[in-house]
């Protein structure tokens, strides 16, 4: 009896145990996606941040590469050893592998539901940003189900009958339908009780449901201006996540999910512009440094998880010899300024070719104007962040960012 006894009194105490050390379950998810965001890519950043800043050679850390956990994931599609965009997002928001050019489908073309969906029906707020448009291939794949991830108007639909709490950022490409005829996907969206707001100047602090948040309405179509055009009165994706947090924090005691993509690292990647892809991977970093600071408030509560879809471009630190010359990009890039860019205006060879002697300036190098099939960096930090250190696939982020949820 009293051996009997003594195993109850033991396995209480270990069933106690247990449900004490049991991990935290993260009451607010960020998942940050820099679109063709490769190790490269964030190197060449931080290498440039420090030379912005002091001039000598060294690196400042971005606001993520501090994150105390650092995996990488594999990027392949179930089509092809290098994904695209569309691919890569299904794979990161619904944890399923499928063809290039796929939306929210697997290769059969049947609906996979990503993790935003899932968190949504167990009641967490959830928010979709980006850089880029709104119902592009990164954003879309987490509220978003086609074959074909240029069909954008079908996108724009699902968009609004999708119920997320905040989308914010660049608009809706072919609002009306490639050929112009529909229904606009904002008048769909504000049908379905988005409140459409242009700009920080029509912003309320009151509004705390479905908000669309949008450029100015003469914009509000396009992706967000980069950092190297923009003026004071243009919305930033830095902005945008702090407005996001807003409406999405609103409901005191309601977990949310916010995915938030800078998209622009891989246009400017595929265009061989080391400037450009340089002045938006810091942006997204600064967007980032946003959600940091509210981890900072809720450490015990917050898991933030920074990743990329894959790299694009091949973009290498060197060029020839052992000197990179970020003096020498400056200098090209404010050559280009005060000639205002003038011989360069619908030439697309122009173009090339001054981006080609400006990467020769800088002594930066690029292996193609396409993406890359290689591993690309996860860093992470906050409740469950372990989860994420080590070599993985890109399936498994969203799976675990899953598990760890209630």
């Given at each position: 009896m009293k051996k009997t006894l003594n195993a109850v009194v033991m396995a209480a105490i270990l069933l106690l145990t247990a449900c004490t050390n049991s991990p935290k379950e993260p009451k607010y998810i960020f998942y940050f996606i820099g679109d063709g965001m490769g190790f490269s890519h964030v190197s060449i950043a931080e290498n440039y941040a420090n030379y912005a800043r002091?001039?000598?050679?060294?690196?400042?850390?971005?606001?993520?590469?501090?994150?105390?956990?650092?995996?990488?994931?594999?990027?392949?599609?179930?089509?092809?050893?290098?994904?695209?965009?569309?691919?890569?997002?299904?794979?990161?928001?619904?944890?399923?592998?499928?063809?290039?050019?796929?939306?929210?489908?697997?290769?059969?073309?049947?609906?996979?539901?990503?993790?935003?969906?899932?968190?949504?029906?167990?009641?967490?707020?959830?928010?979709?940003?980006?850089?880029?448009?709104?119902?592009?291939?990164?954003?879309?794949?987490?509220?978003?189900?086609?074959?074909?991830?240029?069909?954008?108007?079908?996108?724009?639909?699902?968009?609004?009958?999708?119920?997320?709490?905040?989308?914010?950022?660049?608009?809706?490409?072919?609002?009306?339908?490639?050929?112009?005829?529909?229904?606009?996907?904002?008048?769909?969206?504000?049908?379905?009780?988005?409140?459409?707001?242009?700009?920080?100047?029509e912003w309320n602090s009151s509004l705390t449901d479905k908000v669309f948040l949008l450029q100015n309405k003469e914009n509000r179509d396009n992706d967000l201006r980069s950092p190297g055009d923009r003026d004071?009165?243009?919305?930033?994706?830095?902005?945008?996540?702090?407005?996001?947090?807003?409406?999405?924090?609103?409901?005191?005691?309601?977990?949310?999910?916010?995915?938030?993509?800078?998209?622009?690292?891989?246009w400017f990647a595929h265009a061989n512009n080391p400037k450009a892809t340089?002045?938006?991977?810091?942006?997204?970093?600064?967007?980032?440094?946003?959600?940091?600071?509210?981890?900072?408030?809720?450490?015990?509560?917050?898991?933030?998880?920074?990743?990329?879809?894959?790299?694009?471009?091949?973009?290498?630190?060197?060029?020839?010899?052992?000197?990179?010359?970020f003096a020498g990009l400056d200098a090209a890039e404010q050559a280009h300024k005060d000639s205002d860019g003038k011989s360069y205006e619908n030439n697309a060879n122009a173009e090339k070719e001054r981006l080609q002697k400006t990467n020769e300036a800088a002594r930066l190098g690029w292996t193609t104007t396409g993406h890359c099939g290689g591993n690309v960096p996860v860093f992470a930090i906050g409740v469950g962040s372990e989860a994420f250190a080590g070599k993985m696939d890109n399936t498994d982020i969203p799976k675990r960012i899953l598990n760890l949820s209630k």
């Open positions: 002091t001039g000598a050679i060294g690196n400042d850390n971005l606001s993520f590469s501090e994150f105390p956990v650092l995996g990488m994931a594999s990027t392949y599609s179930a089509s092809n050893n290098i994904t695209c965009s569309s691919a890569a997002g299904t794979a990161l928001s619904t944890g399923h592998k499928t063809n290039n050019g796929f939306l929210g489908v697997a290769p059969d073309s049947s609906w996979v539901i990503s993790i935003a969906n899932k968190l949504q029906e167990k009641g967490y707020r959830i928010g979709v940003a980006s850089s880029v448009n709104i119902n592009h291939a990164t954003p879309a794949s987490f509220y978003g189900h086609s074959a074909d991830r240029n069909d954008y108007y079908i996108l724009a639909e699902q968009l609004a009958t999708s119920n997320f709490d905040f989308f914010g950022g660049g608009g809706l490409l072919d609002p009306c339908g490639k050929n112009g005829d529909k229904k606009s996907g904002y008048a769909l969206a504000e049908e379905n009780g988005y409140t459409l707001v242009h700009g920080l100047g004071e009165n243009d919305l930033t994706l830095p902005q945008v996540v702090e407005k996001g947090i807003e409406v999405l924090e609103t409901a005191e005691g309601t977990p949310f999910f916010f995915m938030v993509e800078g998209g622009k690292i891989d340089i002045l938006e991977t810091l942006d997204f970093s600064d967007a980032i440094a946003v959600a940091l600071k509210f981890y900072e408030k809720y450490p015990d509560e917050t898991l933030i998880v920074v990743t990329a879809d894959h790299e694009t471009g091949g973009f290498a630190m060197g060029r020839k010899g052992y000197s990179v010359d």
